[in-house]
C-alpha cells in the first residue's frame, strides 16, 4: 500500500528558529511536490522536486529529494509569521495521479 | 494563463437534499481533472479524476458521483447528502505531468 507520510503533523515554532518538515514515500516515484495551504484557502505550489538530489529554495523555505531514501524534507530558515500554514508534499504515483501527505500544521509565534 | 474556477464558494445543505458542485479551466485544452475532499483539520481524499471528457474514475466508494460534461467542466453531484460529506471540496487540473493546481475550493456544511 502506498503511503506517504509527513512528520511532524503539528509544529509550533518561534519566530527566528529553524526546523525541518519530513515527507517520507512507499513507492518508486522521482517526482515529489511541495504545497501550502492557509487557513481557509486552496493549495499553493511550492516546489516541485524532479530529481534526485534536486533542491530548490524560495524565501526561507529549502526542499530537496533524496529518492533512494524516498524522503523529501522541507527546511524552513529564521522562521517568521507568515511561513504560518500547513504544508502538503506530494508524490507520482502514475502519469496522471499523484499522492498526498496528510499535512504539517506550522504555527509561528512571535 | 490558466485559470480554474469552482462555484459556489460556500454551500449549507439539509441531509437528504441533492449535490452539484461545479468546475471549470479556462487556458488549456484535454487537462486531467481532479476532485478532492477535505475534512476538517484534515488531509487531501481523492475522489474522482477524469482524462477526457466522458472518462471518470473513481477512487473512493460513496454516494457522490461526478461527470465530464465537457473538456474543461468537472462536475460533482450527489443525489442525497449524508453529514459525513460535509467539508471542503477542491478541484484541480494538470497538464503533462502530474503536478496539480487548485481551485479555490467549495466549502461545504450539511445539517
Known amino acids: 500500500e502506498l503511503k506517504v507520510e509527513q512528520n511532524p503533523l503539528f509544529l509550533s515554532m518561534q519566530e527566528g528558529k529553524n526546523y525541518t518538515i519530513y515527507c517520507n514515500y512507499s513507492?518508486?516515484?522521482?517526482?515529489l511536490y511541495w504545497y501550502r495551504q492557509d487557513p481557509g484557502k486552496s493549495l499553493e505550489s511550492l516546489f516541485v522536486?524532479?530529481?534526485?538530489?534536486a533542491v530548490k529554495q524560495e524565501g526561507r523555505l529549502m526542499a530537496s529529494l533524496d529518492t533512494k531514501a524516498r524522503l523529501s524534507t522541507l527546511h524552513i530558515t529564521a522562521a517568521v509569521h507568515d511561513l504560518s500554514a500547513t504544508y502538503f508534499c506530494?508524490?507520482?504515483?502514475?502519469?496522471?495521479?499523484?499522492?498526498f501527505g496528510a499535512g504539517t500544521r506550522l504555527t509561528v509565534k512571535p | 494563463s490558466q485559470t480554474i474556477h469552482q462555484w459556489p464558494a460556500t454551500l449549507v445543505q439539509p441531509v437528504g437534499s441533492p449535490l452539484s458542485l461545479e468546475c471549470t479551466v479556462e487556458?488549456?485544452?484535454?487537462?486531467?481533472l481532479y476532485w478532492y475532499r477535505q475534512a476538517a483539520g484534515r488531509g487531501l481524499q481523492l475522489l474522482f479524476y477524469?482524462?477526457?471528457?466522458?472518462?471518470i474514475s473513481s477512487e473512493v466508494p460513496q454516494n457522490l458521483s461526478a461527470s465530464r460534461p465537457q473538456d474543461r467542466q468537472f462536475i460533482l453531484s450527489s443525489k442525497k447528502l449524508l453529514l459525513s460529506d460535509s467539508g471542503f471540496y477542491l478541484c484541480?487540473?494538470?497538464?503533462?505531468?502530474?503536478?496539480?493546481?487548485f481551485g479555490p475550493g467549495t466549502r461545504l456544511t450539511v445539517l
Open positions: 484541480a487540473w494538470s497538464v503533462r505531468r502530474p503536478e496539480q493546481f
Open positions: 477524469s482524462v477526457g471528457i466522458g472518462q
Open positions: 513507492t518508486t516515484s522521482d517526482r
Open positions: 487556458g488549456t485544452s484535454n487537462p486531467n
Open positions: 506530494a508524490v507520482d504515483i502514475s502519469r496522471n495521479d499523484m499522492r
Open positions: 522536486l524532479l530529481s534526485n538530489g
